[in-house]
């Protein structure tokens, strides 16, 4: 990404920088979004990119601060004055300030919090003392807030002297005289409505909102819902105290979509970047999975070695045993990530799981008799006739292909249902994807093989 869209930029400033022409890299820094900005800043070494930092116009330089990683930001913070400092907090919004005081060390963050105004500071304290995943965590206090009796022409006259210090003007919040949440409007209203309208007669009363204590991933999905580009966020009282925006809720999304991500690869999540993530850090969260994985595995080798007498006797059945199983922990990833996502999007419910249950055996039936008549083409034509595999004759076949079947069946039903019976119990569902089904599988696979030979081969 960066050696496409940034080295010319990237050569040019480097090339800027040793001619000392400063002028010329403010000029080419000036017109580039904030994020674009953050990111080619990561290519050069800190005292560079301070250099770089302090040439962007002051306004720029705060939206800068906000899009940079946490360490890149605590250099800055360390070198800044006092002065620096306090004019970069102030042109921070209230939530973007709250999230970089979260990844600060003690000291940085004592520095942040006395260059703050009283006001400022006392609302940082209330957001820090929010629930880490709940709304209030995320939500601004810099909105638009009007009263119902004003005139559209009032209110656009609201939004001037305030505007500029609000994250959002587009959406405008109307609230009595404590506070309470009563309506909602868009400037397009407005603008439709006319000067001489009233915005108590022209707001919307149907309103949805959200309460500080809320989990931030449903408050995101409620924005995705309603495509809306903010959502206020009410205390028990239904006052209204903040607003998620479209960009927190993105964030949340990301993160969220991430950690589930890590947790069904079997990872502890972490909030590093990969290449911000050192190898020690890296062994901690993926470790504990692999070993209690490890020895759960364990069972399946125990299975295996109860049969060791059988399979002596037909050791033609031991070449199968990675297919089946491979098979089998497929089939049940398959079902696990649809059914993971479905709960994340709402789609699917604990209330649904017998329709799920019955949906996923039809399409267990159907993928297995698949498979299973392909692998006996497979192992009739290629394994037998060209491949002239010993041992291999029909029973033997059959053995294989009714397992694929039961395999499948089993898997499908287990990856299904696993993730649904988390939730219900309070587990994250993404806890129960691949790794962990496919242990489970892969043992209930060995099973039933090992059944059918004995039935069929007389083992």
Request: hydrophobic letters at 50%; proline letters at 3%; a negative charge.
């Given at each position: 990404?960066?050696?496409?869209?940034?080295?010319?930029?990237?050569?040019?400033?480097?090339?800027?920088?040793?001619?000392?022409?400063?002028?010329?890299?403010?000029?080419?820094?000036?017109?580039?979004?904030?994020?674009?900005?953050?990111?080619?800043?990561?290519?050069?070494?800190?005292?560079?990119?301070?250099?770089?930092?302090?040439?962007?116009?002051?306004?720029?330089?705060?939206?800068?601060?906000?899009?940079?990683?946490?360490?890149?930001?605590?250099?800055?913070?360390?070198?800044?004055?006092?002065?620096?400092?306090?004019?970069?907090v102030d042109k921070l919004f209230m939530d973007d300030t709250v999230d970089?005081?979260?990844?600060?060390?003690?000291?940085?963050?004592?520095?942040?919090?006395?260059?703050?105004?009283?006001?400022?500071?006392?609302?940082i304290n209330q957001l820090l003392h929010y629930p880490k995943d709940s709304?209030?965590?995320?939500?601004?206090?810099?909105?638009?807030?009007?009263?119902?009796?004003?005139?559209?022409?009032?209110?656009?006259?609201?939004?001037?002297?305030?505007?500029?210090?609000?994250?959002?003007?587009?959406?405008?919040?109307?609230?009595?005289?404590?506070?309470?949440?009563?309506?909602?409007?868009?400037?397009?209203?407005?603008?439709?409505?006319?000067?001489?309208?009233?915005?108590?007669?022209?707001?919307?009363?149907?309103?949805?909102?959200?309460?500080?204590?809320?989990?931030?991933?449903?408050?995101?999905?409620?924005?995705?819902?309603?495509?809306?580009?903010?959502?206020?966020?009410?205390?028990?009282?239904?006052?209204?105290?903040?607003?998620?925006?479209?960009?927190?809720?993105?964030?949340?999304?990301?993160?969220?979509?991430?950690?589930?991500?890590?947790?069904?690869?079997?990872?502890?999540p972490s909030d590093k970047p990969y290449l911000k993530t050192s190898p020690?850090?890296?062994?901690?969260?993926?470790?504990?999975?692999?070993?209690?994985?490890?020895?759960?595995?364990?069972?399946?080798?125990?299975?295996?070695?109860?049969?060791?007498?059988?399979?002596?006797?037909?050791?033609?059945?031991?070449?199968?045993?990675?297919?089946?199983?491979?098979?089998?922990?497929?089939?049940?990833?398959?079902?696990?990530?649809?059914?993971?996502?479905?709960?994340?999007?709402?789609?699917?419910?604990?209330?649904?799981?017998?329709?799920?249950?019955?949906?996923?055996?039809?399409?267990?039936?159907?993928?297995?008799?698949?498979?299973?008549?392909?692998?006996?083409?497979?192992?009739?034509?290629?394994?037998?006739?060209?491949?002239?595999?010993?041992?291999?004759?029909?029973?033997?076949?059959?053995?294989?292909?009714?397992?694929?079947?039961?395999?499948?069946?089993?898997?499908?039903?287990?990856?299904?249902?696993?993730?649904?019976?988390?939730?219900?119990?309070?587990?994250?569902?993404?806890?129960?994807?691949?790794?962990?089904?496919?242990?489970?599988?892969?043992?209930?696979?060995?099973?039933?093989?090992?059944?059918?030979?004995?039935?069929?081969?007389?083992?």
């Open positions: 990404m960066f050696d496409e869209i940034y080295e010319d930029l990237y050569e040019e400033i480097d090339r800027l920088i040793d001619e000392k022409n400063y002028a010329r890299i403010r000029d080419l820094l000036s017109d580039k979004e904030p994020a674009d900005i953050a990111i080619l800043f990561e290519e050069f070494p800190p005292d560079e990119f301070t250099l770089l930092f302090r040439l962007l116009p002051k306004v720029l330089a705060a939206e800068v601060f906000v899009e940079m990683e946490s360490d890149m930001q605590r250099q800055l913070v360390e070198g800044f004055s006092d002065a620096e400092l306090g004019y970069v970089i005081i979260e990844e600060m060390p003690a000291n940085i963050v004592k520095r942040i919090l006395a260059q703050a105004t009283p006001a400022k500071r006392q609302m709304a209030g965590s995320i939500m601004t206090t810099e909105f638009v807030e009007l009263r119902p009796e004003m005139t559209v022409a009032a209110a656009f006259e609201r939004i001037r002297d305030t505007g500029l210090k609000k994250e959002t003007i587009y959406t405008c919040y109307v609230t009595d005289r404590e506070r309470h949440l009563i309506g909602v409007l868009t400037v397009k209203d407005m603008i439709i409505a006319g000067n001489d309208a009233v915005v108590g007669d022209i707001m919307e009363t149907n309103i949805v909102s959200v309460n500080t204590l809320d989990d931030k991933e449903d408050v995101a999905r409620s924005m995705d819902k309603y495509d809306f580009l903010a959502i206020p966020v009410t205390d028990k009282e239904n006052r209204l105290v903040g607003i998620v925006t479209f960009d927190d809720a993105m964030d949340v999304i990301s993160e969220e979509d991430t950690e589930d991500i890590e947790k069904m690869a079997a990872i502890l020690f850090e890296a062994w901690r969260k993926r470790i504990p999975w692999l070993l209690l994985l490890m020895v759960s595995a364990t069972f399946t080798g125990q299975i295996i070695a109860g049969f060791e007498n059988s399979l002596n006797s037909i050791p033609i059945l031991i070449a199968y045993i990675p297919m089946l199983m491979d098979t089998g922990g497929n089939s049940g990833s398959q079902a696990s990530v649809t059914i993971i996502r479905g709960l994340s999007l709402d789609d699917i419910a604990f209330s649904d799981f017998f329709k799920v249950v019955w949906n996923e055996m039809r399409v267990a039936l159907l993928c297995g008799a698949t498979l299973a008549a392909a692998n006996f083409v497979k192992l009739l034509v290629f394994d037998k006739m060209i491949f002239h595999n010993e041992g291999l004759n029909i029973s033997t076949i059959l053995v294989i292909c009714l397992t694929l079947i039961v395999t499948v069946f089993i898997a499908k039903l287990v990856g299904a249902t696993l993730p649904l019976l988390a939730q219900k119990i309070g587990f994250d569902p993404a806890v129960m994807a691949s790794p962990f089904i496919t242990t489970i599988v892969d043992a209930l696979s060995l099973l039933v093989y090992f059944q059918f030979a004995k039935m069929i081969l007389h083992l």
